[in-house]
């Protein structure tokens, strides 16, 4: 059995925090990051930039997490071959999406700030491999995906975390990946 296999099992229908509770956590701080801002904290650029916006986060050790959203327009590009009778977002970009989202988390994490510094930088990270992940929903043309990133590990130079794209508050994928700090 794969390490991160029951984990996996686990967040294939839930999300990784309970969503109607979640703006009650004293420790969940919201945040209203745009593109741009996000720009300042990971390398990606358009067309790939894959997060709209970052929502908010928990600080808390043990419970790191971040959210995102992403609307995904009909027009996008990828429709016309991923499926032209039958437009599904692809797995491999939900992976990239939470990727990103995993690599914002980071920067909070390791900067320990709860804010964008105007002169943030992106982390040095790179990553190495997909542990494990599910594809369960359809993601759609015209969805704002919802995207969450939990921190799960880091020993000194792998990070892991565990993320989830959710639509309609359904569990469309849920990945584990790993990361190299550089």
Sequence with gaps: ME???????TFRKKPLIPLDHIEAKSSFHKLDCGR???????????????????LGLDL???EEVI?????IPAEDPVFKGHFPEAPLYPGSLQLEMSGQLGL????????KRKTIA???????????????????EPVLPDSEVLLLSKRLDYDGYFG??????????????VSIAEVLFL
């Design 60 to 62: 808390t050790p043990g």
């Design 36 to 54: 741009e801002d996000i720009k300042k904290i990971i390398p990606h650029r358009e067309p790939f930039l894959l997060i709209d916006k970052l």
């Design 160 to 173: 892991r975390v565990i993320s989830q794209v959710l639509r309609e508050g359904k569990v469309c994928s």
């Design 104 to 111: 914002c988390l980071t920067y909070f994490v390791v900067n």
């Design 67 to 71: 959210l995102g959203v992403r609307f």
């Design 118 to 136: 105007e002169n943030a930088e992106p982390l040095a990270v790179r990553a190495t491999k997909v542990l494990g992940a599910l594809f369960l």
């Design 3 to 9: 390490p991160f296999s029951d984990l996996l099992r």
